[in-house]
């Protein structure tokens, strides 16, 4: 971006993210920079345009950036083409052009094409008027003359004529065509529904398509962000587009001129100041030292040029310094939404819009580029929060980011794995973790699956969730792992911090994580996820829960669980779309031996459903099944898988299989057998299943009768499951069995007067 001491209109190109970009300067210019509002202006692109007709955008430098993209810069780049070709191809200003027999004739055409060739630079509707004009009167002024002299006119009014269709044939008149019924010579106005730049402030790179297309319809309308920092969501439909537009105002867009001046000066202060590698580590202390010192400057800046800034403007002015310069810019206002699931850029970044997977309508398309310098510097701090590398031998990174309570997943592809340059996909977690009670009010699961999936993880199964991405696998196991009595030690090992710990710890679960090697990398100074689960067992007796079984951990996963070192719930996620896509990979993919696949328990199958017209789907468990123990090499084929409930599509239900119903389930039956009144009672267990369904589903009543959802989340859902294993455990010492006839009222009891304590 060209230094504010450069020379007033002064240009360059700069290659940037596979595109070549003028940079003209505007700053001390005595008005804003419109190639629509001010001939001067046009006429000087289009020289410039002349000089360097490999251009794809033009950005123009002042308090704020104006920038035309491609759509814009190929009209004018067409007229610099045009205005090349008339005068150095064509000719058109050249004796033999203009006469063919009398010289005395020279002279007045050669003003008229010349004024002709000069207006096309300025303003080439008024050009295009104008030389219609000289054709009338050509036509006119040689209906008046003798044979002697009307051919050579005839000859000069097929050369305009050709020159008219060449002009008629570019973009902008065929543009402006629509608008030119009542238009007055030197009237600029239709340029300005032609050529509308994107305004950006000066003090971010990244690009923000502020227009709203005239061809749509806007479909809903939210805010997200703190009060201090609002942004605005429109959700956008244009006709004949499937993908709608997920269309951002951001408070860094709404700025008024004093404040963009004094951010873009202490932006340029902030810059010198970076934070080091090591500092990166600490991404929430390094934010609030910086945002501290961001108010001290802005303080000063506006008080040496006499602003008045309160509290409240202040603390907004802080937030978008922040972020920035140390923070990730507009990917940081995206990941405020809390319906946002995946954020997506697509190399080459600058010329691609951001893409979004929103909860209420699927993927859209974003009004947001990044510039290749804000890519750049993204993926630099990623390396450095991770400590982990990403180059030419390194071309994956996997991390997280963690901003208040945002989390996010973040994997950045670039070369050679990407020959386009720098890609990122963002996942964003919820801000507290999913719970049962949560999914059954969507319908991922029902209450009864509910039930059954907390009977399972209370009796210390080994389970495995599978599905394709963005299935939901890891916020199912994050549910189940409210599911866990919070005496219980958990273990947690992943290589990329997806799972809910530090909500289950600030719950006071006794909880341990265990950050691992990614199962990309070949090296680096993080222990491996085999390593990590041998460590896990010399931990004392805890619950284990693997983020992802990916790689060869998967060998040291089986080798526990057959030699019994785990006594508690074992849990993981894994690709898979069934049973037997999960055998396949653990056994053929990942080199278990086929026989230690019998220590999986159970398989819980998650994947999205799509709707009859394709453009949406909907994420739901669709299986859930046993591995049973006495096939001997292949599962499917000996019937080692036995589906204990199955979606149907019809009622949007998971049901109950047969062999579920009829009790024929080993898995059930064993964890019954270590418990005194339910070994061979199998109405008991039924009981107890239905009771702990019965229990989430009066959660989801309770919230959408007091109309606060509260009580879904993850701090009331693990009130409630104390209260449900203490009652249980009174009920049990009084009449031998926690039967749901007894249990469920006296939980009713208490589900009430918390409710009224606590106000809901």
């Known amino acids: 971006m060209p230094d504010t001491e450069e020379k007033l209109y002064s240009y360059e190109v700069r290659r940037e993210g596979g ?57 004018l780049l067409e007229i610099a083409q045009l205005y090349t070709y008339f005068l150095r191809q064509e000719k058109i200003l050249s004796q033999e052009k203009l006469v063919t027999s009398y010289s005395q004739f020279f002279t007045q055409r050669y003003n008229e094409v010349f ?17 219609k004009k000289i054709i009338i009167q050509a036509k006119i002024f040689s209906d008046k003359l003798d044979l002697t002299y009307k051919k050579d006119y005839e000859s000069y009014i097929h050369f305009l004529e050709r020159i008219l269709v060449l002009l008629e044939n570019t973009r902008m008149i065929k543009l402006a065509i629509p608008y030119l019924d009542n238009y007055k010579k030197g009237d600029r106005e239709i340029y ?40 605005v969501v429109t959700i956008l439909k244009r006709k004949n587009e499937a993908k709608l537009i997920y269309h951002l105002n951001s408070p860094e867009n709404s700025l008024d001129e004093d404040s963009n001046m004094i951010l873009n000066l202490a932006r340029s202060v902030l810059i010198e100041h970076q934070p080091k590698a090591e500092e990166f580590t600490d991404v929430e202390r390094i934010r ?24 409240l403007d202040m603390n907004k002015l802080a937030t978008i310094l922040v972020r920035q310069t140390i923070g990730f810019g507009l990917v940081e206002v995206l990941l405020q939404d809390k319906k946002l699931q ?24 974003t009004n947001i580029l990044p510039s290749q310098s804000d890519v750049d510097s993204w993926a630099a701090k990623f390396r450095m929060i991770s400590g982990r590398p990403l180059d030419e031998a390194n071309p994956i990174l996997d991390t997280q980011l963690e901003i208040g309570k945002i989390r996010a997943r973040i994997a950045i592809i670039q070369n050679p794995l990407s020959p386009d340059g720098l890609a990122y996909a963002i996942r964003r977690h919820r801000e507290e973790p999913w719970t049962l009670p949560l999914y059954v009010q969507n319908k991922m699961i029902n209450s009864f699956t509910a039930g059954l999936l907390s009977f399972l993880v209370d009796g210390a199964r080994t389970i495995l969730i599978a599905g394709t991405r963005s299935s939901g696998k890891s916020s199912l196991l994050g549910s189940l792992m409210l599911e866990i009595i919070p005496k219980h030690r958990i273990i947690v090992i992943e290589d990329s911090l997806e799972l809910p710990v530090e909500s289950l710890r600030k719950l006071e679960y006794d909880i341990l994580r265990m950050k691992v090697r990614s199962a990309l990398l070949k ?16 931990l004392g007796d805890s619950c284990l829960i693997v983020g992802e079984v990916r790689s060869v951990e998967a060998k040291a996963l089986y080798e526990a669980m057959r030699v019994g070192a785990l006594a508690n ?63 001997k090499e292949d599962p499917q084929s000996e019937k080692g898988f036995v589906d204990l409930l199955n979606y149907n599509i019809e009622t949007d239900e998971l049901e109950p299989s047969d062999d579920l119903i009829n009790g024929d389930s080993e898995i059930l039956k064993d964890i019954a057998s270590n418990v005194k009144g339910w070994a061979g009672n199998w109405d008991g ?76």
């Open 19 to 75: 595109e070549d970009i003028l940079y003209v300067n505007y700053l001390g210019a005595p008005y804003v920079p419109s190639v629509a509002d001010y001939p001067d202006v046009m006429s000087r692109t289009i020289d410039a345009l002349i000089e360097n007709p490999n251009v794809s955008r033009i950005i123009f430098t002042q308090q704020k950036n104006y920038n035309y993209d491609f759509k814009e810069t190929v009209i």
């Open 192 to 231: 300005n529904r032609i050529l509308k730049p994107d305004v950006i402030p000066n003090f971010t790179f990244t690009r923000l398509v502020y227009d709203i297309p005239e061809d749509s319809e806007i479909i809903d309308q939210y805010e997200i962000g703190e009060d201090y920092d609002r942004s």
């Open 115 to 131: 004024s002709f060739l000069l207006l096309l630079r300025q303003d080439p509707i008024s050009a295009y008027f104008e030389l």
């Open 569 to 631: 719930v074992v849990a993981g996620t894994i690709h898979g779309a069934s049973p037997y896509g999960v055998f396949d990979r653990v056994v053929n993919d990942l080199d278990v031996p086929a026989t230690s696949f019998k220590a999986t328990d159970i398989i819980a199958v998650c994947n999205p459903i799509k709707t009859a017209d394709g453009l949406h789907s909907i994420r739901r468990m669709v299986q859930l099944a046993e591995v049973r123990k006495h096939w």
């Open 523 to 538: 090296t680096t100074t993080e222990v491996s996820a085999d390593d990590g689960i041998r460590t896990s067992l010399r």
């Open 288 to 311: 609030q030292v910086f945002f501290n010192i961001a108010k001290d400057l802005l303080q000063d800046l506006a008080q040496t040029k006499n602003m008045k800034l309160n509290y």
């Open 342 to 365: 995946d954020i997506v850029l697509n190399a080459p970044i600058p010329t691609t819009n951001i893409f979004v997977r929103h909860q209420d309508f699927d993927e859209c398309s």
């Open 685 to 760: 267990i039924y009981d107890n299943i239905l009771l702990r369904g019965k229990i989430k589903q009066e959660i989801v009543n309770t919230a959408k009768k007091i109309g606060n959802n509260q009580i879904l989340e993850a701090g009331f859902n693990t009130l409630a499951n104390h209260a449900f294993h203490r009652i249980s455990d009174e009920v049990r010492q009084e009449v031998g069995l926690p039967v749901g006839e007894r249990v469920f009222p006296m939980w009713q009891k208490w589900l009430n007067n918390e409710i009224k304590t606590k106000k809901f």
